[in-house]
């Protein structure tokens, strides 16, 4: 991408939506990452006005993962349904996380019962590993972290969060913009879950962040009144693809 767009520079800003939303529409960024879940019914009542007048481009599919303690009743059987974890406390993600967590789990017959709420997923997992209660977390939230004391059980039914690229249509076919978006759908496809010998997932080592700054590669205008180009990214852990991360 840098060869074929020598003046393009990538910077990260992480903002939760609906403030990442905002600074697409404010101008102080090109591109935002999101993410919503589509099979779960009023999860995401924002989403559809949020995003409506947006160009919507789907990067990646990232399945929650349940977490127990080792030790756990269910924590040899590598799957569970979310109703054989319905007496458990949880421990929940950020305010629209946790709603995505009640409605999953309202979906399957019971309210979780929320003991703590974190949007720290080291934190998540380090409170699972003491022993404080369960979580469901995204996949993708595993590769960066090292979970100790804790055991990754796959959930059923299955739930998906879709990861999605959003951009203004006057700014989707800006050459840059439109590059990256294409290296962020090609990297996507490039990854593959990592799992053990039972097919359930497992942590691997952090990946680098590149946070490089600079002002919008689409050239248009003085440069004095650019704007920022931000968009979030990661290197995986096999080669030096570059992988698209969503927050919360």
Known sequence: MR???????VSLVEAEPPRSIEMLRNGDCEIALAFRYPQVRGADPAAAAEWEDLVVRPVLADRLI??????H????????????????PWIAGCPRCRRHLVEVCESTGFSPRIDFATDDYPAVIGLVG???????LPELTLES?????VTAIRLEPAVQREIVA????????????????????????????RADGRGRPVGVRPPAHAKP???????RGDPRSRR???VQERFCNRCTCQVPAAPG
């Open 145 to 149: 972290v090292r979970a100790k004391g």
């Open 66 to 71: 349940g977490l127990v303690p080792d030790g």
């Open 213 to 219: 700054t600079g002002s919008c590669p689409s050239g």
């Open 73 to 88: 009743r269910l924590a040899k059987a590598g799957a569970a349904r979310f109703a054989e974890l319905a007496d458990e």
């Open 3 to 9: 060869a074929a767009h020598p003046g393009t520079r």
């Open 166 to 193: 959003l951009t203004l249509p006057d700014l989707a076919h800006v050459p840059a913009v439109e590059a990256t978006l294409d290296q962020l759908a090609d990297a996507a496809g490039r990854r593959a879950p």
């Open 228 to 230: 920022r180009f931000d």
């Open 130 to 136: 003491a022993g404080l209660g369960v979580a469901a």
